[in-house]
């Protein structure tokens, strides 16, 4: 068995695998100790990758109007309506929604194809609604989207500050780097976020602000540097151009009272943070959605830079602003150009350089001018503005903001192509040709991530059925219009070697991004390609790529305060949730990680929850202009008063409520064009069910025709739970399958408890209650997995003759250990550490995506020891 080194699938940290295949899609996988993002470690996403590799739900065949048909066919059948709607109405009626989750390779092709040879920039990415903001607020302030920060930086940093980013969930091993330095060197962390999450755990200060006021608290910061003379004002003097009013203006309303008032914070604690800022100068400030998905992402980007520019903190070991990607290779579709505001290889459109690529392409038909950004684009969809649509590796009836309008859009878009590996998404509903692409673990190609280290992402299984990776699909389409020569790749490297010599085109030195030293590689050195970083450390000599080679401060103005609407009383944000990964295509295949959260919550203050009536647990109606989708509550005392926060990851085909998606107003960022999902005038309602229970089955049924559920994978089946209004006894016969049955149903009291049994063993059980209480789940899941003999009397009384006492909701998924058993062991053992925890009942002590969360357990029970 051979161990292959490969890149984990999800986010921008971009973790090197060490990956073992073991049999038929089966694999171990370990961290790639020599990879320089991880050293070894991978979170609890990582970990479980191998739950994922399957062929459930896998798309084996091409399909033209939901029959199955050739590869030949499929792709001129493509071809030809491309080659149609652009000769009837020309290049910009057709589009091309392509993704993060894409390597390189795959994103070159596409970005090629459309903006060389069709003749359109109309192609954008869902990079779009992660990081864009970043990429703007850069060319802004440096003239190149270039990140000039590294991994290494944050272990040689004395302060690291996090904006707007859940770094404990959503970039644990960067998170972990974090706690390691802190370790190391007493590096202090400042986290500047309006929710209090697990990575405040470990954090010197939070800054818990009012959403959206992040300019007013970095310009107050740049302010009272000025003031300390804590500026660099010879880095300042001799490297950065300063608008003429810059600092007068700045200094109006940036005081330390009133930008504390702006931001809804503490003096006290403004000071300290701004003092700790002056007196640091090895200090990094890592941001991510919470500061790129605003309607003022690009502004707010560009406060950050300023006071690292200012400051002379960049460009130099353990500084910097430090955009971190949501994806896994957000970073190489900024690199190819695969963004419908750049051209190709970090380059724009200006005339030089669509002259260059026009050249270098040998392009038949180079676009000029930028292309719809994603919003605009399924903006344009909706108006009959593009007649043929190509979706790649994502699902935008799910993700983009306003989902409904993409829907509809979708719907009467006259030609939709998705190429995806999963047979049936919200978005795939909608498409008249569906191309089954390679997964994780079959491609071939390189990633690069949030540091700009390029990484080898290599097959480990062969693609099943008749999947073929994204770089050939497009290739193929592209010759079968007529452009042969242009795409004669044959494998990866070959389009790697080409992006390469592109970025080195003309460059002498214009622009950072230049892969000239992988221009010449051969196939085999590709094959073997180390990870490497490009741009070794920017900006280390003072010069910006600008034509003046000074970067640029941009003045940024505090957004006024808006105050709640009547309507509206409330804030909605939307994130990420430890355990998933977007859409939950892969992570919702793995019953470890559905275990974290099962269902989608909306997390409320209490306070706000009691003045609606809502308790824990309650099904709860959230409503903003755009739409309204239900959620479970869950009272949480790191939300504001005010505010609220539902996750992204829930579909159509996960749940019949969590639809995060339709709740964002489609307005966007003037600068990046990204979506804000962060400041939605929402409110609540409780919603009233007649009843409400739990099925828990090998199988999920086909349909489930309650008013709410929401399915998720667990041991050797599927929890579905559910609420709705009517006779409960009909469920049994709608949702239990064909077996022997035990059933209870006690109607006075609005009891239904039902039991299905084939050959003896359980293979779905049913439990509704209209006022009662519901047996625990984990105990009954576990009957599913159980090799015994069903026990009828224990099955229908929802608990063992010899009870174990419940473990709750799991908290670390490696070693399945729940919130009971943890809080048990802290309480019982008088245990005050992690490490104390991991050494009695071993929770934390494999991937460490927990830590935080039993960090705060600790914290949470000696403080109620001490009230
Ligand atoms: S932090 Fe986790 S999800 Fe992100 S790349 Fe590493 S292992 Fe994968």
Redesign the pocket.
């Known amino acids: 068995m051979n161990e292959i080194r490969t ?9 090197g ?1 060490s990956a073992t295949v073991t049999g038929e899609r089966e694999m171990a996988i370990a ?1 790639d100790p020599a990879h320089p ?2 050293r070894g ?7 479980h ?1 191998g739950e994922t590799v399957g062929l459930e739900g896998r798309l084996l065949h091409p399909e033209i109007g939901g029959k199955r048909t050739t590869w030949e066919r499929a792709i001129r059948h493509v071809a030809r309506k491309f080659a149609d709607a652009v000769a009837r109405h020309g290049p910009d009626s057709v589009a091309f929604y392509v993704s993060g989750q894409l390597l390189t390779e795959d994103y070159y092709v596409a970005n090629k194809l459309m903006k060389g040879f069709i003749g359109s920039a109309n192609i954008d990415t869902n990079s779009r609604l992660c990081m864009s903001s970043a990429v703007a607020g850069h060319v802004r302030a440096f003239g190149e989207d270039v990140v000039p920060v590294g991994y290494d930086d944050l272990d040689q940093a004395d302060l690291i500050v996090l904006v707007g980013s859940n770094t404990a969930w959503c ?4 998170y972990q780097r974090i706690m390691a330095a802190r370790e190391a060197r007493g590096t202090k962390l400042v986290v500047i976020d309006p929710r209090r999450t697990e990575t405040c755990e470990g954090a010197d200060l939070h800054l818990q602000l009012r959403p959206g006021s992040d300019v007013a608290l970095m310009n107050g910061l740049l302010a009272y540097c000025s003031d300390k003379g804590a500026l660099d004002t010879a880095f300042l003097h001799a490297h950065v151009a300063v608008p003429g009013n810059f600092w007068k203006a700045l200094q109006c309303g940036s005081d330390l009272w009133t930008t504390s008032a702006a931001c809804d914070l503490s003096p006290v604690d403004v000071h300290a943070f701004f003092e700790l800022f002056a007196r640091t100068r090895r200090t990094v400030t890592l941001f991510s959605q919470g500061v790129n998905q605003s309607l003022r992402g690009t502004d707010q980007v560009n406060a950050i830079v300023n006071v690292h520019l200012a400051t002379g903190r960049i460009g130099k070991p353990g500084t910097g602003p430090f955009s971190i990607t949501g994806q ?1 290779n957000a970073m190489g579709g900024r690199e190819v150009g695969g963004l419908a505001t750049t051209l190709a290889a970090h380059r724009d459109f200006a005339p030089g350089n669509i002259e260059d690529v026009r050249r270098f392409w040998a392009a038949a038909n180079i676009a000029t001018k930028p292309g719809l950004k994603a919003v605009d684009l399924f903006r344009a969809v909706g108006e009959g503005r593009i007649k043929a649509l190509w979706v790649m590796a994502t699902n935008p009836a799910v993700s983009l903001p306003d989902a409904s309008m993409v829907r509809q859009a979708l719907a009467a878009c006259p030609f939709v192509v998705v190429s995806d590996c999963v047979a049936e998404t919200d978005t795939s509903r909608f498409a008249h040709v569906k191309l089954p692409a390679a997964a994780w673990g079959e491609k071939d190609g390189t990633v690069t ?1 949030s540091e700009r280290t390029i990484s080898r992402q290599r097959a480990l299984f062969p693609p099943p059925g008749e999947a073929r990776p994204d770089w050939w699909i497009v290739t193929e389409v592209a010759r079968a219009m007529g452009w042969r020569n242009a795409f004669a790749y044959d494998r990866p490297a070959d389009i790697y070697r080409e992006h390469a010599r592109l970025s080195a085109y003309r460059n002498g030195g214009a622009r950072l991004f230049d892969l000239s030293r992988h221009a010449a590689l051969t196939n085999a050195e590709y094959d073997a390609l180390e990870p490497s970083q490009w741009g070794a450390r920017p900006f280390a000599d003072g010069r910006f790529p600008t034509p003046d080679g000074r970067a640029r401060l941009v003045a940024v103005e505090a957004a006024p305060q808006g105050g709640a609407l009547r309507k509206w009383p409330l804030t909605l944000n939307t994130g990420r949730y430890r355990d998933h ?1 977007h859409t939950m295509t892969r992570t919702g295949q793995s019953p470890r990680l559905s275990q974290h959260r099962r269902e989608p919550l909306v997390e409320m203050h209490a306070l706000d929850a009691e003045e609606h009536g809502i308790d824990e647990g309650d099904l709860v109606r959230v409503a903003t202009p755009q739409g309204a989708s239900v959620f479970r509550a869950a009272l949480s005392p790191g939300q504001r008063r005010g505010e609220v926060f539902v996750p992204i990851h829930w579909t159509d085909r996960q749940s019949s409520g969590g639809r995060a998606g339709l709740l964002p107003r489609d307005l966007v960022d003037p600068h990046s064009g990204q979506p804000g999902f962060k400041t939605t005038p929402a409110r609540v309602e409780k919603l009233a069910f007649e009843w409400r229970g739990f099925l828990i089955a090998r199988s999920r049924p086909e349909a489930i025709p309650t008013a709410y559920f929401t399915a998720v994978r667990v041991g050797e089946g599927w929890l579905v739970e559910l609420a709705g209004d009517g006779d409960p006894e009909d469920l049994v016969r709608a949702l239990l399958p064909r077996g022997d049955r035990a059933e209870n149903v006690d109607r006075a009291r609005g009891n239904v408890r039902a039991a299905a049994i084939d050959g003896g063993l359980l293979i779905a059980a049913l439990y509704v209650t209209r006022d009662g209480k519901l047996p625990d789940r984990d105990w009954l899941i576990a009957r599913l997995a159980a090799a015994e003999e069903a026990n009828s009397v224990e099955l229908l009384a929802g608990r063992s003759a010899t009870p174990v006492p419940p473990k709750g909701p799991i908290v670390c998924a490696c070693f399945d250990v729940g919130l009971n058993t943890i809080v048990d062991a802290i309480a019982g053992q008088s245990l005050v550490t992690v490490e104390d925890v991991g050494t009695a009942i071993a929770a934390g002590t494999n ?1 460490g ?1 927990c830590r935080p969360a039993i960090q705060r357990l600790i914290g949470e029970i000696k403080e109620a020891a001490h009230a």
């Open positions: 890149t984990c699938a999800y986010c921008g940290v971009g973790c695998i961290g993002a991880n470690k991978l979170c609890s996403k990582g970990t990758l970039h644990p091993v960067v896994p991530n990964w991937c995506s």
